[in-house]
T-cell receptor, first 112, second 114 residues
Framework: NAGVTQTPKFRVLKTGQSMTLLCAQD?????MYWYRQDPGMGLRLIHY???????AKGEVPDGYNVSRLKKQNFLLGLESAAPSQTSVYFC???????????FGDGTRLSIL | SQQGEEDPQALSIQEGENATMNCSYK?????LQWYRQNSGRGLVHLIL?????REKHSGRLRVTLDTSKKSSSLLITASRAADTASYFC??????????????FGKGTKLSVIP
């Protein structure tokens, strides 16, 4: 029972490069979320999805794009990486809104 | 914007002691949740308390909620070294702006010394 799986686990990018973070869940959850976690800032929501084919902006969406083409996958893209996007990125899913969220183990992203 | 704020930011106790963490929030809520995060791992859900509940237990965990004071507390009894982690509260707000998301606090870092 994998739960929420994030790939890759670590990545180093140069400023201006692009990349996609992948999140997959096997719990048939409708809701999926992307957060970033920075020291002293807690978790901040980047984008979320309430179902296949839907996406919405969270608290800190600038510089990121997302897609939810399949119910089990939620992709986070950085088109032109900036040092300010150095962070740990977490994906989460939940059955419905307000219910407990299940988290992946994160992607540690460094942008030089 | 932060909805929940945990207090203290860090807590160090001896194994066997009780640990109490507090969370304050600003607006009305549907429920409040507590999560644990071990170093280098994702968050794990511990317990959910609804706005019409005042206390909830799960094993060695006890959560209280005071909606009049907009605060919650998490008590871990008879702590173990394995309880060493960061603990976060998260609030689920009623419909309206931000209603599709949980809003997390900055966490309390608990260290349990063997």
């Amino acid at each position: 029972n994998a739960g929420v799986t994030q790939t890759p686990k670590f990545r180093v990018l140069k400023t201006g490069q692009s990349m996609t973070l992948l999140c997959a869940q096997d719990m048939n959850h409708e809701y999926m979320y992307w957060y970033r976690q920075d020291p002293g800032m807690g978790l901040r929501l980047i984008h979320y999805s309430v179902g296949e084919g839907t996406t919405a902006k969270g608290e800190v969406p600038d510089g990121y794009n997302v897609s939810r083409l399949k119910k089990q996958n939620f992709l986070l893209g950085l088109e032109s990486a900036a040092p300010s996007q150095t962070s740990v990125y977490f994906c989460a899913s939940s059955y419905v809104r307000g219910r407990p969220q299940h988290f992946g183990d994160g992607t540690r992203l460094s942008i030089l | 914007s932060q909805q929940g704020e945990e207090d203290p930011q860090a807590l160090s106790i001896q194994e066997g002691e009780n640990a109490t963490m507090n969370c304050s929030y600003k607006t009305s809520i549907n429920n409040l949740q507590w999560y644990r995060q071990n170093s280098g791992r994702g968050l794990v859900h511990l317990i959910l308390i609804r706005s019409n509940e005042r206390e909830k237990h799960s094993g060695r965990l006890r959560v209280t909620l005071d909606t009049s004071k907009k605060s919650s507390s998490l008590l871990i009894t008879a702590s173990r070294a394995a309880d060493t982690a960061s603990y976060f509260c998260a609030t689920d707000r009623p419909s309206g702006a931000g209603s599709y998301q949980l809003t997390f606090g900055k966490g309390t870092k608990l260290s349990v010394i063997p």
